[in-house]
């Protein structure tokens, strides 16, 4: 018994070992980015010097805000669409049967598994040879959406799964519309999975390259522009950047957190 | 009784809701996703000419992609790469999506949502700060040379730190991937097995690793195409030998303007993409239709 | 005369190969507590969702207070419904659950109000108004679905096994209170059930289903004394089934032969020399004595065996005998008869008229 106490022991605090291994691994190159975004001697930042130099660069410099707002533009453009097809689509695979569901279900989900590479070059080649529309926003925004709609969908399902499907038959009986079923029974409780999904995409596509660059043309976006700044090495602007970019995503997912923390969503994560 | 209500016949077909709630959609999806593929494969049998694309019907740019041994040798390569570190993944993924599942109890979701996390701040953003550290002028080297020592070459502009990014990259899909089929996961069962005699490793093989196998393999999947197709990692991470496949296809785009060579190298990665998850969709359903492997 | 507020006429509705309701025919009245009475399976929920519009019937019709309902949506009907697992709101809170009719139905605030005020009071609910409903116990819930089905007084309100998820006490009281409710309020009220003591508590008719027809429809003692279908007589109440043929018949009284014992059983008044029949004979009318003792010769059956167990029931017990043919049968009387235990031989006994036969064709 003794044994397989001290065998449970080594176990366990291996699988830690590993775990945290794998948060420094994530997160010292974003610690250490936003040490350096304070810091004045960017080669060699120690001892501790702080100043916001690589912030008031940041918010000096025209290109980064033009990209700032395209990115932005471009990411609510898509995560929009995404939300409305994936919520969509979620709900009517898990209220209804028909015998589409299985394809529908697959078609929805196949942008997962295409590169985003893939992505960004056949909608660019779509677009300019068959549209005749050169790099533009809407194609970028389309390009985006495609991508986060498999993204969304998956949330939604997980999300959605548990809801009973029977409460609406009862509130039909009640005297309720369809569409009044939706906005007082269905939409009040569903809000907060529409919005993660939303958030999600959002994120993909606010930090997305692949899928973007080969649709905008000249276009800035702040990845673009943050890949111009990184092939000419690391300028200030980039280290300010990412340490806000980064905040950002923090934020998001903690909202994300509580939400799921009090309940209203669940990813399948079953509370306490 | 007030509100009488319109006779909606819609109601009462619920195919056509379904339809109506769906179709769109799917619509979408089929048209930005399928079309535009469809669309490349139509261009990789054309020719391009001082960047125009011209409905030349040829075969000449599989030829040259198949034939050419550098084409090959660079797909070879991110085949090679994208097994490696998907593989890697998968073992690395397993304690910890299994730790954070069983052990995480309240933390759990804590856990997981910080592993998620660092993907969604975008591909440029983590190169720049895995160059920050990694990288010649990074914080690893400048240690070094401040030690006196020779600064590691092969976390920078190597084959292995292309390998490495796409791990800090793709990492987190895994495990969110395997964290997720472990949620549904019955762990009582491995006390079943315990009863009935089974040694730990022994119920792991038995029990733990078939029932996950479609998380397994959903996550590998979800780490190899993306890899397969990398170029923007191993265009700063590479170096000058480290080109892969993906890096090249964006060349024909961005820069060389070869659209139909480039499309004809988009296919050919689509269908690798195609095989890959085709054999991991057999092997999932062979494993439920209770061939383990182990009899029965 | 009461008048039809629910008409049922050759109702079908098929999944598939299967059909779940198959020409339902029935009429329901204006006060009456209507059982619907069956097994799982046997089509009664989907009987129920058709009179409710969540279903529309592939034939027949649904007419509601002579109104044809049949391609009405359910938002369109005004009737209730009380569901088995409660589908309460959770993002409402108990007020709100109840007063969500009169919300659909566009009545004003105050209105609102003062019919909460109202069925809050007639259920003993009052004071949970501001919680929600994962705060309430089940019973609480049940009630509360029962308020939000009552509180527009609909034309009627349907039942769906609503106190199936109750544990045994509250189900009891609720069976009283429900009842209560419907004669106050004067609805009809459609309760379905796989329970048939809950039915014949209630409810003044009963329909039994099964299989998607109904095999009987007639007032709860008549379905308990005198079944129509063997399918009833075994489904309500708990009878001994003896399969035999007749040896012959004389007067509406047959002998049969039970595997070697000889019976005397009242028949149907086609029944013919050699023909098949079942009999149900209920526990509760046989009489169980020691042997040696004298029986009554009103109980023309009589036959010796010996008591194999007794099942304690509480205030009943089951005595399990195996007579001479080697079969078994149950008896149900009060428990602790001291006279009999376990490895007595006993005689059981029953009048002829107490059973009731069916011919095996009508099966």
Known sequence: MAGMQLDKRLSWSGMVLLLLVLYLFLYSPIAYIIYLSFASNT????????????????????????????????????????????????????????RWRGLFGIILISPLFVAELLIGISTLMFNKQVLGLPGNMVSAILANAVHGVAFGFLIMLTQLVRYNWRMDDAAMVF??????????????????????????????????LEISFYNLGAIPTLPSVAWGSLRFGVKSELLALTALVNGFVFIVFAILYVFMRTGLVRFGYRGE | MSARGRFSNLFYRPGARFALLALPGVLFVVLFLLIPIIAILIFSFWRTESYELHADWNVNNYAEVLGDGSYMVFLLRSFLTALIVSVVCLVYSWPVAYFIAKLGGRYRLL???????????????????????????????????????EPIKFIMY??????????????????????????????????????????????????????????????????????????????????????????????????????????????????????????????????????????? | MADVAIKIEGATRRFGSVTAVDQVTVEIEQDEFFALLGPSGSGKTTLLRIIAGLEIPDEGRVLINGEDVTHLPPYARGVGMVFQDFLLFPHKTVGENITFPLKMQGENKAHQAERLDWIVQLLR?????????????????????????????????????????????????????????QIELGIPFVYVTHNQEEALTMSDRIAVMNEGKFDQIAPKLDIYTKPATPFVASFVGHSNRIDARIGSVNGGLARIDWNGLPLIVSCPADAGDG????????????????????????????????????IFKGQTADYIVVLENETEIVITDASGIPQVKAGDRVIVSWPAEAGNCFSADHV
């Not at chain 1, 906005?183 to 606010?206: D, M």
């Not at chain 2, 983590?126 to 010649?136: F, N, S, V």
């Not at chain 2, 700063?236 to 139909?260: C, H, I, M, P, R």
């Not at chain 3, 009999?279 to 010996?306: M, R, W």
């Open chain 1, 43 to 98: 080669m060699w930042p120690f001892p501790w010097k702080p100043t916001i130099e690589a912030y008031e660069n940041l918010s000096g410099n025209r290109i980064y805000q033009q990209a700032l707002w395209n990115s932005f533009l471009l990411s609510f453009g898509a995560a929009t669409l995404s939300a409305l097809f994936a919520t969509m689509g979620a709900i009517a695979l898990l209220k209804y049967r028909s």
């Open chain 1, 175 to 208: 005297g309720a519309t369809p569409s009044r079923v939706f906005r007082e029974i269905t939409l009040p409780i569903i809000w907060p999975a529409i919005l993660g999904a939303f958030l999600i995409s959002f994120l993909l596509a606010f930090n997305n």
């Open chain 2, 111 to 149: 856990l997981i949502l910080a592993l998620a996390a660092p993907f969604f701040t975008g591909i440029i953003l983590r190169l720049a700060a895995l160059q920050a550290i990694m990288g010649p002028l990074g914080i690893v080297n400048m240690f070094m040379m401040d030690l006196g020592m």
């Open chain 2, 158 to 296: 190597t084959k292995v730190a292309t390998g490495i990014g796409l791990f800090y990259l793709y990492a987190p899909f895994m495990v969110v991937a395997l964290y997720l089929s472990l949620l549904n996961f019955n762990f009582r069962l491995l006390d079943v097995a315990k009863v009935n005699g089974a040694k730990p490793w022994r119920g792991f093989l038995e029990i733990t690793w078939p029932l996950n196998w479609a998380g397994t393999a959903i996550g590998f999947i979800l780490v190899f195409i993306p890899c397969l197709a990398s170029s923007v990692t191993p265009h700063f991470l590479g170096g000058a030998n480290g080109a892969l496949y993906g890096l090249v296809l964006g060349e024909q785009f961005a820069e060389t303007g070869t659209w139909a060579k480039g499309s004809a190298m988009g296919v050919i990665l689509f269908i690798a993409s195609f095989i890959v998850i085709l054999i991991m969709w057999r092997t999932v359903n062979l494993r439920r239709s209770g061939f383990t492997g182990a009899g029965m």
């Open chain 3, 125 to 181: 609910i009052d004071g949970l108004e501001k919680r929600y409903p994962s705060q309430l116990s089940g019973g609480q819930q049940q009630r509360v679905a029962l308020a939000r089905g009552l509180i527009s007084r609909p034309v009627l309100l349907l039942l769906d096994e609503p106190l199936a998820n109750l544990d045994r006490e509250l189900r009891k009281e609720m069976e009283v209170e429900v009842r209560r409710y």
């Open chain 3, 275 to 310: 023909d098949n029949i079942s009999y149900f004979i209920k526990c509760e009318h046989i009489e169980i004595q020691p042997d040696g003792s004298s029986v009554a010769d009103s109980n023309e059956n009589q036959l010796a065996g010996t008591l194999r167990d007794v």
